[in-house]
C-alpha cells in the first residue's frame, strides 16, 4: 500500500517512517494509541478515490483526519491502518456570498476561512468553535461541533447544506440540493442523504467537500462578561436570555478557567469562598447603536430580576476593557482563539465529555459534574451554552491531566465514565464520541438504531475500512 | 508560583492554586503594569500593605522591598478598599476616581497617601 501511495502521490507526501507516525498515533485524549502503516496527503477529489479503491481492494483500513483536535480519539488510528491526512486539500472551493454558502474543503480552518472572508470584504461570518484557529471547519461541522453562533443555529452540522463524499468504492457522490443546483443551497427538498455522514465520524465515507452556511456581519458587535455567584442564577438568566431572541451567543464557563488563563493550571477544585463560580458571557450584534443599547438594558432588565429572586451577579463588564486591564483573559475576547491553557497545559493531556441535552435539566446537571470532578479532586472546569434558541444546551466537562503518569490517566477515566454516567440518566447525549463511550453506552442505546447504524455501515462499507473501530462499529 | 517581570521587579502570589480569583487578576494586572519603566519607579515609591474586598473575594497586597506580594491573608493592613469588582476594574483601567467613591459604589479607609500611589501603579500605562 505504501508503494501505491507513493506512485499516486510523491515521496514527499507519504510518510512511514516510524518516527514519523508518533504524532498520528494518538491525540491529547486518555484514548488508547493507535499503530498506523502510514500517513497519506491528498491534494485532489481523485486521490482521495484512488486511496480508497486501493484500500478497499487490500482491505487496509483509513483513517481521515485534519488537525486531530476532536478530543475523543476520533483520529487515532487502527493497527495497520493508512491515515489520509486531508490538511493539503485546504481550498475554498466557491463561495456564494448572496447566497451565503461556502464550498470548502477538509484543511480549510476556522482561521483560513476566516480570512478568506475578511481579505474579500463579504459581510458574511462563520462561527468559531472552542478551538485553536488551525483546526478544521469541516471536521467540526461534520461531528456535530458547536461554535459561538449555536444559540441562533444549533449544532455546526446543522450548516452544512450538502456534501460531497467519496464512498467506499471510490465513487463520489453529492448530497442535498447540491445533487441538482450548480448552487448548494439546503440539505431539502431531496431525502436527506447528508445525514448518512454527519456523526458518523468517517466510518461512510470520506468527505471532500462540504456546502457550509454562513451568516450576516453585523457592523456592531460586543461581547460583555458578568460574573455569577450560583449555578441556578446562571441558567436561569440563560433561558431568559434565550427567550428573548437578542443575543448571539451566551456561554458559561465556571471558575477554573478564569483561574488556569490566569496561569493557574491546576486551581484547587474547591472555590475559594465568596468568588464567582460562572463567568457567563453574552455577545450582542446589531446594525445601529439604538439597537444594541437596547439589547443591553434588556440584560439589566433580566439581571434586575433575577437578582430580585436572590440571584447575585456582578455587573457585566465589556471584554474589551477587561483585556485592557488584564491581557492574561484575551482568551475571552475574539474567535477563534489559541486556548493554550487547555491545549498547553502540563502534562499534556486534555480530554472532556461534551454532551447536548435538555436546558432544562442543565442546573442540576452541571451541579453534579461540579461534584463528580471536585471528588475526585479535579477541577471542575464546564463549558455550557444553550443552542438554537435554547432547546437544548451544551454541558462539556474538560479535564487535563499528566499523560505520563498511569496513576493519572486511569483517574481521569474513571471521572469521564462517572460523568458519562450521570449526564446520561440525566437525559443528555455525548456528543464527538469516543470508542470507549459507545461500548460503555451500548447497551442502554435504542436497539432499532443500533441495527439500523449496522446495516448502513455494512452497505456503505462491506469491507469495514473506513475508519475501522469508531462508533462500535 | 513566582514571576519575574522586566527589568527586577518580583510580582508574587501566595499559594496561587487556593487563591482567590481577584489575586489573580491583579497579579496579572501588576505585571503588566511593572513591565513599564514608569510602572516600576511608581512602584518602588510604595511602601504598605492593602487590603481589597471585591464581590466576596479579600486578598492583600504589600508592596515593600522585595517587591508586591499578594496573598489570601489578611491580617493587619494600612489601608483598605472595598467594592463591585465591575467598578474596581473600572478604576484600574483608568476610569474617574472621584465619582464611585462620592456614590459609595467603592469603598476606601485608611492610609489614603498609600491608596492614591497604589492607584498609580496600577493605573499607570492603563490603555
Redesign the interface.
Known amino acids: 500500500m505504501i508503494e501505491f501511495l507513493r506512485k499516486l502521490l510523491g515521496d514527499d507526501a507519504v510518510l512511514d517512517e516510524p518516527s514519523s507516525l508518533s504524532e498520528y498515533r494518538e491525540d491529547t485524549t486518555e484514548a488508547e494509541p493507535g499503530d498506523p502503516a502510514g500517513v497519506a496527503f491528498p491534494t485532489t477529489v481523485e486521490h482521495v478515490q484512488a486511496i480508497v479503491r486501493e484500500a478497499s481492494r487490500r482491505g487496509i483500513g483509513l483513517v481521515p483526519r485534519v488537525a486531530g483536535t476532536n478530543v475523543g480519539g476520533l483520529t487515532n488510528p487502527s493497527l495497520g491502518s493508512i491515515v489520509v491526512d486531508l490538511t493539503r486539500m485546504n481550498r475554498v472551493v466557491e463561495i456564494h456570498a448572496d447566497d451565503m454558502v461556502a464550498v470548502i474543503e477538509p484543511g480549510v480552518t476556522q482561521q483560513s476561512l476566516k480570512d478568506f472572508l475578511v481579505e474579500r470584504d463579504l459581510p458574511l461570518t462563520l462561527g468559531y468553535s472552542l478551538a485553536p484557529p488551525h483546526t478544521s471547519v469541516l471536521a467540526n461541522a461534520l461531528l456535530g461541533g458547536l461554535t459561538n453562533r449555536s444559540l441562533k443555529y444549533g449544532d455546526q452540522s446543522l450548516w452544512i447544506s450538502g456534501v460531497e463524499s467519496v464512498l467506499a468504492d471510490g465513487s463520489l457522490v453529492r448530497t442535498g440540493a447540491w445533487a441538482l443546483s450548480d448552487i448548494p443551497f439546503a440539505r431539502v427538498p431531496f431525502p436527506d442523504l447528508t445525514g448518512l455522514f454527519v456523526g458518523w465520524q468517517g466510518t461512510t465515507g470520506i468527505v471532500t467537500k462540504i456546502a457550509f452556511q454562513l451568516w450576516p456581519l453585523h457592523a456592531m458587535r460586543r461581547r460583555v462578561l458578568l460574573?455569577s455567584?450560583d449555578v441556578p442564577g446562571t441558567f436561569a438568566l440563560m433561558r431568559r436570555l434565550c427567550r428573548l431572541e437578542i443575543c448571539d451567543d451566551i456561554g458559561g464557563l465556571s471558575?477554573p478557567s478564569?483561574?488556569m488563563m490566569?496561569?493557574?493550571p491546576?486551581?484547587?477544585p474547591v472555590p475559594?469562598?465568596?468568588?464567582?463560580l460562572f463567568f457567563v458571557y453574552v455577545d450582542f450584534t446589531a446594525e445601529a447603536s439604538d439597537e444594541l443599547s437596547y439589547k443591553e438594558a434588556a440584560l439589566q432588565r433580566e439581571l434586575k430580576a433575577l437578582r430580585s429572586a436572590g440571584h447575585r451577579f456582578?455587573?457585566?463588564?465589556d471584554v474589551r476593557?477587561?483585556v485592557?486591564?488584564?491581557?492574561?483573559?484575551t482568551a475571552f475576547a475574539d474567535f477563534p482563539m489559541e486556548l493554550e491553557f487547555l491545549t498547553k497545559a502540563p502534562g499534556g493531556g486534555l480530554t472532556w465529555i461534551g454532551t447536548y441535552g435538555p436546558l432544562s435539566r442543565i442546573t442540576a446537571g452541571a451541579e453534579a459534574a461540579i461534584e463528580i470532578m471536585t471528588k475526585h479532586g479535579i477541577p471542575p472546569l464546564i463549558v455550557t451554552r444553550p443552542m438554537r434558541g435554547g432547546h437544548y444546551a451544551v454541558l462539556r466537562m474538560i479535564t487535563t491531566f499528566d499523560k505520563s503518569d498511569p496513576e493519572e490517566v486511569e483517574r481521569t477515566r474513571t471521572v469521564n465514565r462517572a460523568l458519562l454516567d450521570d449526564v446520561t440518566a440525566r437525559g443528555f447525549v455525548i456528543y464527538k464520541a469516543p470508542r470507549w463511550a459507545w461500548d460503555h453506552l451500548r447497551s442502554r442505546l435504542d436497539p432499532g438504531m443500533l441495527e439500523l447504524m449496522r446495516r448502513v455501515k455494512e452497505l456503505l462499507d462491506p469491507a469495514g475500512v473506513l475508519n475501522p473501530g469508531k462508533l462500535g462499529l | 508560583m513566582t514571576t519575574h517581570t522586566d527589568p527586577g521587579v518580583l510580582v508574587r502570589v501566595v499559594d496561587p492554586p487556593n487563591s482567590p480569583l481577584l489575586a489573580l487578576l491583579l497579579r496579572g494586572v501588576l505585571e503588566d503594569r511593572l513591565s513599564s519603566d514608569g510602572g516600576q519607579a511608581r512602584a518602588r515609591n510604595v511602601q504598605g500593605t492593602v487590603a481589597i474586598t471585591a464581590g466576596g473575594m479579600k486578598v492583600a497586597v504589600r508592596f515593600d522591598a522585595s517587591g508586591v506580594t499578594i496573598s489570601s491573608e489578611v491580617a493587619a493592613t494600612d489601608a483598605q478598599v472595598e467594592g463591585e469588582l465591575p467598578a474596581l476594574l473600572d478604576l484600574v483601567a483608568g476610569g474617574n476616581v472621584m465619582r464611585p467613591v462620592v456614590t459609595r459604589k467603592i469603598r476606601v479607609r485608611g492610609n489614603l497617601v498609600l491608596l492614591l500611589r497604589v492607584l498609580s501603579v496600577l493605573r499607570s500605562g492603563a490603555r
Open positions: 460574573m455567584y471558575w478564569g483561574k490566569l496561569g493557574v491546576r486551581p484547587n475559594v469562598p465568596g468568588e464567582p456582578e455587573d457585566p463588564l476593557r477587561i485592557a486591564i488584564n491581557p492574561d483573559l
